[in-house]
């Protein structure tokens, strides 16, 4: 898949080849030493915090981090509708 | 008021191939409407959780009426994950940034190895919409665009599990639920809903000139 930055492709290629590598055969297998890819990491971020910019795309919308906070648990409350399981066997 | 949707997905492939898949899942046939895919941050935290965030670029395709508002050629999606290797769990929670006040979409999905060896996706999401006196049909619209976007990501998803892991029957890979009988009966009126409001917002404009 293409990087939002058209000069970053070889270097997101580089490192999502890396990532995947250790994906299955550290991470799934166990370890927790995520050093194998960082340095790959670096170079590609810095092509892409450039791309992103020069996108225009709000770096501190991009901050916050969603998926540890409340906000998502609070917002069920808004608006549930009452939900009836409902077998809808397609297979 | 936010509209809500759940689905329920099983995908016929363990966990542990759901989640090698899950990163490779663009492109695929049915992800036209992704154009670009990157990571902006990844750490594993103290507790031996995986934590990404990934920025994805997507079109923004709206129906005539809708034009008005959503002059953006395509928008900008943040999904966080969070990889749990001990509770053998995958939670996504994706949001579009930009453009809020028109339509916020977010979801959620939990990805959860089953006793049989296969995967199930629980999916939620919120759909809003701010733009006053055109709130209830821009939310009408985005849950249909997000059902039809759902249906894609799953088919796309499971294409790709089919190459990633060929020895599967890819007859059986899929099986969806839909649990949410509201929504569908919503949806079915977002047509009308449309009409009923585009037609007040004319005839008031009228009356005013």
């Known amino acids: ?91 | 008021m936010a509209k809500y949707y759940e689905n329920s997905t099983v995908f016929n492939y363990n966990y542990e191939q759901v989640l090698q898949g899950f990163w490779k899942r663009y492109p695929n046939p049915y992800s036209t409407h992704v154009l670009s895919e990157d990571t902006i941050q990844r750490e594993i935290r103290d507790d031996g959780k995986l934590y990404s965030k990934r920025i994805l670029t997507k079109t923004n395709r709206v129906p005539k009426w809708g034009e008005r508002f959503f002059k953006a050629k395509f928008v900008c999606i943040v999904e966080e994950s969070l990889v749990d290797p001990k509770a053998k769990t995958l939670t996504t929670h994706t949001r579009n940034i930009g453009f809020n006040r028109i339509m916020s979409v977010t979801e959620r999905v939990v990805y959860q190895a089953d006793h049989h060896g296969k995967t199930i996706a629980n999916r939620s999401a919120w759909i809003d919409s701010q733009v006053f006196g055109f709130a209830t049909p821009i939310r009408a619209f985005g849950c249909e665009r997000f059902k039809k976007n759902c249906q894609k990501s799953n088919l796309g998803f499971n294409y790709i599990l089919g190459i990633l892991f060929p020895l599967q029957n890819p007859n059986s890979s899929l099986h969806q639920q839909d649990v949410t009988q509201k929504f569908k009966d919503v949806a079915k009126t977002a047509g009308e809903h449309m009409k009923e409001q585009i037609y007040q917002a004319s005839h008031y404009n009228v009356s005013q000139n």
């Not at chain 1, 890396?18 to 799934?28: G, I, P, T, V």
């Not at chain 1, 370890?31 to 971020?45: G, I, N, P, R, V």
């Open chain 1, 1 to 91: 898949m293409n990087s939002i930055g058209e000069d970053c492709n070889e270097l997101k290629t580089k490192y999502d080849t890396c990532f995947n590598h250790w994906f299955s055969e550290k991470f799934l297998r166990g370890s927790t030493d995520d050093s194998a890819c960082k340095e790959l990491f670096k170079m590609y971020q810095k092509c892409v915090q450039d791309a992103l910019h020069v996108h225009q795309i709000d770096i501190k919308d991009l901050k916050h981090n969603h998926i540890d906070g409340t906000e998502f648990e609070n917002s069920k409350t808004e608006d549930k509708p009452k939900v009836e399981a409902q077998s809808n066997d397609t297979s």
